[in-house]
C-alpha cells in the first residue's frame, strides 16, 4: 500500500461520526441513493442506515467510490430502524412538512442524531413521523414546497457538519469507530485484491505495520497461494 494513501485513510477514518446517520426510507432512484452515499462521505459519515423498497435490495446500481467509504445497514421495517438508532442514544429527526416542525438549523447537531429521510414520490412514512422525535424542514420561499431528498441530505448533513466542525468533533486522534473496524477497512481499501481473495478462503485479515504493510506469517500467504 502507498504510505501517502495510508496516512490518507488513516485521517479519514479518525475523523468518522459514529453518532451522525441518515435513515433512507423507501428511496427508489439509484442516482438520489448514490448523491446521498455521496454526500454522507463527504461530511464524514461512517454508516447510513435504509429500508429498501421490496424490489430494491441491493446497491449494486450505485457508484461503487464513495459507497466504497460508507457502509450501509439495511433494515426490514423503518419500525426495526428506528428501535435500533434510538437503541444507541440518537435523537431521531424526519424530514416532513408539520405544525410541529422546526427549522432544520435550530436541531442541536453536536448531539448522536439520525436523520430520516422519505421516498421521492410521498416522503416520510406515518410511522416514521409518529415514532421519530422531531419533525425538521428546509424552509422554502419559492413555489415548490421540498427539495429533491438528496439536495435535502446534503443541505442538512453540511449543517451538522459546521456545528461538528465548530465543536472540534472532526479533530479526533482517535476514531469513534470500533478498532476492529478501523482494522477491516484499512486492510480492504488499502490491499482490495488480497482482501477478496481472504474473504473468500475465509481467512482472517492480519495485522499491518505503521506504514500499512501486511504482518503475515508464511501459512497464512501459504493458505492465500493455494487454487
Given at each position: 500500500?502507498?504510505?501517502?494513501?495510508?496516512?490518507?485513510i488513516q485521517e479519514v477514518l479518525k475523523?468518522?461520526?459514529?453518532?451522525?446517520?441518515?435513515?433512507?426510507?423507501?428511496?427508489?432512484?439509484?442516482?438520489?441513493?448514490?448523491?446521498?452515499?455521496?454526500?454522507?462521505?463527504?461530511?464524514?459519515?461512517?454508516?447510513?442506515?435504509?429500508?429498501?423498497?421490496?424490489?430494491?435490495?441491493?446497491?449494486?446500481?450505485?457508484?461503487?467510490?464513495?459507497?466504497?467509504?460508507?457502509?450501509?445497514?439495511?433494515?426490514?421495517?423503518?419500525?426495526?430502524?428506528?428501535?435500533?438508532?434510538?437503541?444507541?442514544?440518537?435523537?431521531?429527526?424526519?424530514?416532513?412538512?408539520?405544525?410541529?416542525?422546526?427549522?432544520?438549523?435550530?436541531?442541536?447537531?453536536?448531539?448522536?442524531?439520525?436523520?430520516?429521510?422519505?421516498?421521492?414520490?410521498?416522503?416520510a412514512s406515518e410511522q416514521a413521523k409518529?415514532?421519530?422525535?422531531?419533525?425538521?424542514?428546509?424552509?422554502?420561499?419559492?413555489?415548490?414546497?421540498?427539495?429533491?431528498?438528496?439536495?435535502?441530505?446534503?443541505?442538512?448533513?453540511?449543517?451538522?457538519?459546521?456545528?461538528?466542525?465548530?465543536?472540534?468533533?472532526?479533530?479526533?486522534?482517535?476514531?469513534?469507530?470500533?478498532?476492529?473496524?478501523?482494522?477491516?477497512?484499512?486492510?480492504?481499501?488499502?490491499?482490495?485484491?488480497?482482501?477478496?481473495?481472504?474473504?473468500?478462503?475465509?481467512?482472517?485479515?492480519?495485522?499491518?505495520?505503521?506504514?500499512?504493510?501486511?504482518?503475515?506469517?508464511?501459512?497464512?500467504?501459504?493458505?492465500?497461494?493455494?487454487?
Amino acid at each position: 500500500m502507498n504510505l501517502e494513501r495510508y496516512h490518507r485513510i488513516q485521517e479519514v477514518l479518525k475523523a468518522r461520526q459514529a453518532d451522525l446517520t441518515l435513515c433512507l426510507e423507501e428511496v427508489h432512484k439509484p442516482n438520489n441513493v448514490s448523491a446521498v452515499i455521496r454526500t454522507a462521505d463527504a461530511t464524514g459519515i461512517h454508516k447510513i442506515h435504509a429500508v429498501w423498497p421490496h424490489q430494491m435490495r441491493t446497491l449494486s446500481h450505485t457508484s461503487a467510490g464513495a459507497r466504497n467509504w460508507v457502509e450501509v445497514e439495511t433494515h426490514g421495517s423503518i419500525e426495526t430502524a428506528i428501535t435500533e438508532l434510538k437503541s444507541q442514544g440518537m435523537q431521531v429527526l424526519v424530514t416532513n412538512l408539520s405544525d410541529t416542525a422546526v427549522d432544520f438549523r435550530d436541531i442541536d447537531y453536536t448531539k448522536p442524531t439520525a436523520i430520516i429521510l422519505g421516498s421521492e414520490k410521498v416522503g416520510a412514512s406515518e410511522q416514521a413521523k409518529q415514532l421519530a422525535d422531531q419533525d425538521i424542514i428546509v424552509p422554502m420561499v419559492g413555489m415548490v414546497q421540498s427539495l429533491n431528498v438528496s439536495v435535502a441530505s446534503a443541505v442538512i448533513l453540511y449543517e451538522a457538519q459546521r456545528q461538528r466542525a465548530a465543536a472540534g468533533m472532526y479533530d479526533n486522534d482517535i476514531s469513534s469507530i470500533p478498532q476492529e473496524t478501523i482494522h477491516r477497512l484499512l486492510f480492504e481499501r488499502g490491499h482490495p485484491v488480497l482482501a477478496k481473495v481472504a474473504k473468500r478462503k475465509k481467512l482472517p485479515y492480519p495485522e499491518l505495520d505503521d506504514q500499512g504493510q501486511i504482518i503475515a506469517d508464511e501459512a497464512w500467504w501459504a493458505e492465500m497461494q493455494k487454487r
